[in-house]
């Protein structure tokens, strides 16, 4: 879990910087503007920008190093080419030298960009230098000490080195900045998840879901908990939400079958649940053996053997199964 959270760092972050969403408009207006006049950099540093802060990094990347290669001087094309690079998924070591290099150049002629200072601090993460991180970050405090990405930042760093109080403490003092800033109360979710705190998860992934709705990852976290908990009836109906608003989230079907079936004691039930999640994701293990497992229990064994033998067809290594297996034969 911890590898999982610590991958998703410059997602989460750039997700933190797209504070304001371009409208559709005045999206299509400067990308017309900049067809027809391709070489003003004032212009490509608009639109790059703006691609920048919705997290569309290969276009702001493009639009960024083309600002900067007809404007070399410009503090603003350097620093979109410089975290359009760093933060891109795909991104090379080499890509992160480089960017590093332009983020030090920028921090020295504007000793106030904290943004610069902040992505700096990232190349630091990236490469494994955690004290270096955290001393940009300061920096980046020392220039707005109520920076809510610079919270979120120490959060992930904390994360990634094990310290879950801290990381929790950073997050919780990001969302104090910003009490509608959806992904921190998400992540704090995430957080007491991994350390099976699930009352406080509970209500992180409640607010998470007050903000955004529709939300799957904040509903699923909902559902989770309270199934965590023990609440059954309260996780079945968040899990049916979840399924109406999304209706090809095979989890929600997974676990209202695991709760059917383990907790409730509803066999049937819990088949036909276990089936929807297969029809949605037939290459789920999980799902045909559980399956097994309910036929199992019901004593149609020639039915459990077959849901047996397709989590195999799936995943041949997987020994839950082949121990399920054996005792049928």
């Not at 083309?66 to 070591?93: C, G, H, M, T």
């Not at 009836?233 to 209202?256: C, G, K, M, V, W």
């Amino acid at each position: 879990m911890r590898i999982l959270l610590a991958l998703s760092l410059l997602i989460l972050l750039a997700s933190c910087k797209g504070n304001v969403t371009t409208s559709k408009n005045t999206k299509v207006n400067l990308d017309s503007l900049v067809q027809l006049y391709p070489d003003s950099v004032p212009l490509l540093v608009t639109y790059g920008r703006q691609l920048l802060d919705d997290y569309q990094l290969a276009d702001a990347l493009n639009y960024g190093a083309k600002a900067f290669r007809l404007d070399s001087n410009n503090i603003e094309a350097r620093f979109i080419y410089a975290s359009a690079l760093v933060n891109r998924p795909q991104r090379s070591q080499a890509d992160i030298d480089v960017s590093q290099k332009h983020l030090k150049y920028i921090i020295q002629k504007q000793p106030g960009n904290k943004e610069a200072f902040l992505n700096l601090a990232t190349t630091y993460t990236l490469q494994g230098d955690f004290q270096k991180s955290f001393g940009f970050i300061n920096e980046a405090l020392k220039i707005d000490k109520k920076y809510r990405d610079a919270y979120v930042m120490k959060g992930m760093n904390y994360h990634a080195l094990g310290d879950m109080k801290l990381a929790k403490s950073s997050f919780e003092t990001a969302v104090q900045q910003d009490p509608k800033f959806f992904i921190g109360y998400l992540q704090l979710g995430w957080l007491y998840t991994e350390t099976e705190e699930y009352k406080y998860a509970l209500e992180y992934f409640k607010t998470a879901v007050e903000l955004e709705p529709t939300s799957t990852d904040a509903l699923y976290g909902v559902a989770k908990s309270q199934q965590e908990l023990g609440l059954y009836p309260e996780a079945l109906a968040s899990y049916r939400q979840l399924i109406q608003t999304d209706t090809s989230y095979h989890l929600a079907l997974f676990n209202q079958g695991y709760i059917k079936q383990f907790y409730q004691n509803e066999l049937d039930s819990a088949v036909y649940f276990y089936k929807s999640a297969i029809e949605i994701q037939p290459d789920f293990v999980n799902g045909w053996h559980n399956l097994g497992l309910t036929y199992a229990m019901q004593g149609r064994k020639n039915m459990a053997y077959k849901a047996y033998k397709k989590a195999l067809e799936y995943n041949p290594d997987f020994e839950l199964t082949q121990k399920e297996i054996m005792k049928l034969k």
